[in-house]
């Protein structure tokens, strides 16, 4: 399975992105996550959540404001970003991952990983 990442962008503070992770295939029994990289920042946990539904686990720092939902048709799960801040500028990763739920945000398990989308988010 390969991950591509798209939608980032520059936006003013406030504003709405909406970012794309799409499979070359349906990676039925993995649990997709979001990361981002700010810049001299290390890599941290967005949101997580089985592929193909149920629950969905969000950073503290973005719940409320993200949100993911997917379109099992076309193999994409989508990151909705709203209100956002100058702070969620990073670099925004998908991947994926078979391990369990308890460790979902521990970017080291993952093992498939897309090439990243920039989101610029302007004060």
């Known amino acids: 399975v390969q991950l ?12 709405s992105l909406r970012l794309s992770c799409a499979a070359s295939e349906r990676p039925q029994s993995y649990t997709v996550g979001w990361f981002r990289q700010a810049p001299g920042k290390e890599r941290e946990f967005v949101s997580a959540g089985k592929w193909s539904g149920g629950p969905i686990r969000y950073a503290d720092s973005v719940k409320g404001r993200f949100t993911v939902s997917r379109d099992n048709a076309k193999n994409t799960v989508f990151l909705q970003l709203n209100s ?15 391990i369990v739920w308890s460790e979902i945000a521990n970017q080291n398990r993952y093992t498939i990983w897309g090439q990243g989308t920039q989101v610029t988010v302007s004060s």
């Open 4 to 15: 591509q990442a798209s939608g980032g962008g520059l936006v003013e503070a406030g504003g």
């Open 84 to 98: 956002l801040k100058p702070e969620d500028t990073a670099v925004y990763y998908c991947a994926l991952t078979r």
